[in-house]
């Protein structure tokens, strides 16, 4: 008898995503959904502590703290690793989220807020560089839409989420649940598996804190970051605002956060429907079709005489912004360093801290609240997104993938060369 022949079967395939990525995911989700949970009660909340003309710095505190940590979350992400950097953040956003039921004071409240913000320049900068390094160049759009799918559904169902605990429990409630989420993200954490080479890696210590003026800003990202400045500056106006337009228009009680989840909605469709646009299409012609959807969202929010309208408005800004957010993460990741990925997203992510700050606080200043200076609040924002326009139509709209300019190193590097 001849031997029997061997059966070979193929290999199985190789999953588009590992489990990494989907922890990486809920992680996001929770970290989104513990600090939004507030938003929405703040400027009231506010208003009852005797700081009502403070509101503009609900946000533009927060950003600031973002903002200025960036440089240090961008250095120890590509130093220390990806993991400690998300710990670091989501431990900060655990803390502060226990202590505001004990800030009742005006400026405790704002000193309160102004910490914060060390939470998301921490937590977003690790993700986005642990992101890169699991997932292949092909698919970088794709997945930083889902990335982005999984952190907006926590941004739509914080508010949401936020009201229905602060109007049937309490606000202290409400706290106490956003510091709870906080802490089930740090935990999701725990189980990941760290991505920076072991060569690359280094122990922290406080001279790692220490800042060259080189170690602040990726140079090879200017282009995304400016973009990214431009075109948030809408979102810290939108969210001081908002709240205060919804009710003038007759959107109160449980409608008052309907703007936020129509914008939400629109947001996490068209990630769904189009995440791999920019890896098909390119990353400038997507950036040029998001930014004129931006621009038209907010030609509306600057009429938008009825609640209808102002829905309307809210989806076509929410779907620019859904096309917007991921391709810019990804070309900001197209053009970084592997070396030195960590301070390219602390880059885009300063921009992305000065332009809501300085949205949220030129708006407060604006509008002052009087209902009549709205139309002037979008109408600062519609300038800066067509600025942002403008800047596009300059760069070379490149093909798709083409814009991968950086190999990865062959060598794994050492200690002194990071430095």
Request: glycine fraction near 10%; include cysteine; hydrophobic fraction near 50%.
């Amino acid at each position: 008898m001849s031997a029997p022949k061997p059966v070979f079967k193929p290999a199985k395939a190789r999953p588009a995503y590992g489990t990494g990525f989907w922890l990486m995911c809920l992680s996001s989700f929770l970290f989104f959904l513990s600090f939004n949970l507030l938003l929405p009660e703040l400027p009231d909340h506010l208003t009852r502590l005797g700081g009502g003309e403070y509101k503009g710095y609900i946000i533009a505190l927060f950003t600031l703290t973002a903002a200025l940590s960036r440089p240090y979350s961008g250095k120890l992400a590509d130093t220390v690793g990806r993991i400690p950097v998300m710990v670091l953040g989501s431990l900060v956003c655990f803390v502060c989220g226990f202590f505001y039921p004990w800030a009742l004071t005006v400026t405790s409240f704002l000193t309160l807020r102004l910490l914060h913000g060390f939470s998301t320049g921490f937590k977003p900068t690790g993700t986005a560089a642990f992101i890169a390094d699991i997932v292949p160049v092909e698919r970088r759009g794709e997945a930083m839409g889902l990335l982005g799918v999984t952190g907006a559904l926590g941004m739509a169902g914080g508010p949401a989420l936020g009201s229905w605990l602060a109007g049937h429990f309490s606000l202290n409630v409400m706290f106490y649940c956003s510091s709870a989420t906080a802490l089930l993200s740090l935990l999701v954490q725990g189980t990941l598996t760290e991505t920076l080479p072991k060569a690359q890696r280094r122990r922290f210590s406080l001279g790692l804190l220490r800042l060259q003026w080189n170690e602040v800003l990726e140079p090879r990202v200017l282009a995304p970051a400016l973009v990214t400045g431009l075109c948030l500056f809408p979102y810290g106006a939108v969210l001081t605002v908002v709240p205060d337009q919804s009710r003038l228009l007759g959107l109160d009680g449980p409608t008052k956060g309907l703007f936020y989840v129509c914008f939400t909605v629109a947001s996490l469709g068209v990630r769904l429907v189009a995440s791999k646009a920019s890896d098909t299409h390119g990353r400038v012609p997507v950036l040029r079709w998001s930014t004129a959807l931006l621009a038209l969202g907010l030609a509306l929010l600057v009429w938008s005489p009825t609640v209808g309208w102002f829905l309307t408005a809210a989806v076509v800004f929410g779907t620019g912004a859904g096309l917007n957010s991921p391709t810019l993460y990804a070309w900001t990741i197209d053009l970084s360093h592997p070396l030195h990925r960590g301070r390219a997203v602390a880059t885009m992510y300063i921009a992305l801290e000065v332009g809501i700050g300085l949205g949220a606080l030129l708006a407060g200043w604006v509008f002052a609240n009087r209902p009549g200076r709205l139309p002037y609040v979008h109408g600062l924002s519609l300038a800066c997104v067509l600025l942002a326009l403008g800047y596009l139509f300059t760069q070379k709209a490149t093909g798709p993938m083409t814009v991968v300019a950086v190999a990865e190193p062959t060598p794994e590097p050492t200690a002194e060369q990071v430095v």
